[in-house]
C-alpha cells in the first residue's frame, strides 16, 4: 500500500524567509497531491494540490513542485508570515482507491 | 469546496458507554465520507471508508465491532463508538470526496471525544 513520508517534522523560520517542506510517496501509480494545513484545534483545510500531469502549481506565496521520477512533492512557502504557523500535511492515494493517506505533518513556525 | 459538519463538536463519557458523533455534508450528496482520528500532535490516521448504503471499508488494525459506522443516507454518516475506553479519547474528524471530487477530500470541524 501507499507510504507517504514527511520532512522535516518541524521547521522554524524568521518572518519573510522562505519554508519548504518534502513528501515522498512509495505507489508510483499516485495521482494526486494535496497539502493540508491544520490549525491548534481546528480542521485540516486543503491549501493546495497538484495532479500529476503538471510538475509545478502556483497560488500566490504558495506552491507545489512534483517529480513523479523521484515520486517526490514538496511544498514552497515563500514570504512567511506569523498566520503560516500551522501544521502541515501532505497526503496521496493509493491507486485506485478514494482514500488518502496523510504524512507524519510538519509544524511550522514563524517567527516576527 | 465542500461545506461539512460534525456533531457534537466535544463530548465527555464514562468508561463503558458509546458515544455517536454525526457527519452531515451541507451542501452536496456525498456517495463517499471518510473517517479519521488524530491522537495530539500526530497525524490523521485513516480509520474507514463510509459508503451510502453499503458496508464501511475498515482500515487493518480497526475494530469493525467496536466503531460503527453508519451511512444511510447522501448527506449523513454516523461513528459509534462502542464501550468506549480512555484510550479512545481523540479527535474524531470526518471528510467528504474522493474520486466523484477527483480525489479532494473537504474536512468537518472534528469532535473530541473525552473518555473518563
Given amino acids: 500500500g501507499?507510504?507517504?513520508?514527511?520532512?522535516?517534522?518541524?521547521?522554524s523560520v524568521q518572518e519573510g524567509d522562505s519554508a519548504v517542506i518534502k513528501c515522498t510517496y512509495s505507489d508510483s501509480a499516485s495521482n494526486y497531491f494535496p497539502w493540508?494545513?491544520?490549525?491548534?484545534?481546528?480542521?485540516?483545510?486543503?491549501?493546495?494540490?497538484?495532479?500529476?500531469?503538471?510538475?509545478?502549481?502556483?497560488?500566490?506565496?504558495?506552491a507545489v513542485t512534483l517529480n513523479k521520477t523521484a515520486?517526490?512533492?514538496?511544498?514552497?512557502?515563500t514570504e512567511t508570515q506569523p498566520e503560516d504557523s500551522a501544521v502541515y500535511f501532505c497526503a496521496a492515494?493509493?491507486?485506485?482507491?478514494?482514500?488518502?493517506?496523510?504524512?507524519?505533518?510538519?509544524?511550522?513556525?514563524?517567527?516576527? | 469546496g465542500a461545506v461539512v459538519s460534525q456533531h457534537p463538536s466535544w463530548v465527555i463519557c464514562k468508561s463503558g458507554t458509546s458515544v455517536k458523533i454525526e457527519c452531515r455534508s451541507l451542501d452536496?450528496?456525498?456517495?463517499?465520507?471518510?473517517?479519521?482520528?488524530?491522537f495530539p500532535k500526530q497525524s490523521l490516521m485513516l480509520m474507514a471508508t463510509s459508503n451510502e448504503g453499503s458496508k464501511a471499508t475498515y482500515e487493518q488494525g480497526v475494530e469493525k465491532d467496536k466503531f460503527l459506522i453508519n451511512h444511510a443516507s447522501l448527506t449523513l454518516s454516523t461513528l459509534t463508538v462502542t464501550s468506549a475506553h480512555p484510550e479512545d479519547s481523540s479527535f474524531y474528524?470526518?471528510?467528504?470526496?474522493?474520486?466523484?471530487?477527483?480525489?479532494?477530500q473537504y474536512f468537518g470541524p472534528g469532535t473530541r471525544?473525552?473518555?473518563?
Wanted: with cysteine; hydrophobic share 30%.
Fill in chain 2, 93 to 104: 474528524i470526518c471528510s467528504v470526496g474522493g474520486r466523484e471530487w477527483s480525489y479532494e
Fill in chain 1, 36 to 62: 493540508y494545513k491544520q490549525e491548534l484545534g481546528k480542521r485540516p483545510q486543503l491549501i493546495i494540490d497538484i495532479r500529476s500531469n503538471v510538475g509545478e502549481k502556483k497560488d500566490q506565496r504558495i
Fill in chain 1, 93 to 112: 492515494p493509493p491507486y485506485n482507491t478514494d482514500k488518502l493517506i496523510f504524512g507524519t505533518g510538519t509544524r511550522l513556525q514563524v517567527f516576527p
Fill in chain 1, 2 to 11: 501507499e507510504n507517504v513520508e514527511q520532512h522535516p517534522s518541524t521547521l
Fill in chain 2, 28 to 38: 452536496f450528496q456525498a456517495t463517499t465520507m471518510f473517517w479519521y482520528r488524530q
Fill in chain 2, 113 to 116: 471525544l473525552t473518555v473518563t
Fill in chain 1, 71 to 77: 515520486k517526490h512533492f514538496s511544498l514552497h512557502i
